[in-house]
């Protein structure tokens, strides 16, 4: 994985700028519990704070991280044995997002 930063071209938008700072800004304490809750069988719990990291991302335009907390909520979902390391993944994912406009 690269570890080049992510960017919403939101950013840009004024009217937008404070609300992409701060779901950036939550991002490591969000990714990171969803990962303490799938490593400590917290299943459901995981899967509703992914469902919001999900929506969240799309909306504030972090496609990456939207498309990677999808699949992360469809292992979940599945049992999948590659979901903490997909949940690993995410979490570097989320750590890459910036709110510097590109």
């Keep these: 994985m690269t570890d080049t930063q992510i960017f919403s071209k939101l ?3 004024p009217d937008f700028r404070d609300l ?3 779901f950036v800004a939550d991002l490591p ?3 990171g519990k969803i990962l303490e809750l799938i490593r400590g069988g917290s299943i459901d719990d995981a899967a509703e ?3 919001q990291l999900k ?3 799309g909306i504030y335009g972090y496609q990456p991280i939207h498309l990677l907390a999808k699949e992360v909520e ?3 979902k599945n049992g999948d044995p590659i979901l903490e390391e997909k ?3 995410l979490e570097q994912l989320c750590l890459r997002a910036s ?3 590109n």
Excluded: K, Q, T, Y
């Design 11 to 13: 950013a840009n938008d």
């Design 20 to 22: 992409v700072i701060a």
């Design 29 to 31: 304490i969000r990714s």
């Design 49 to 51: 704070l992914l469902h």
């Design 55 to 57: 929506g969240a991302a």
């Design 74 to 76: 469809s292992l979940l």
């Design 87 to 89: 949940a690993i993944e």
């Design 99 to 101: 709110a510097e406009p």
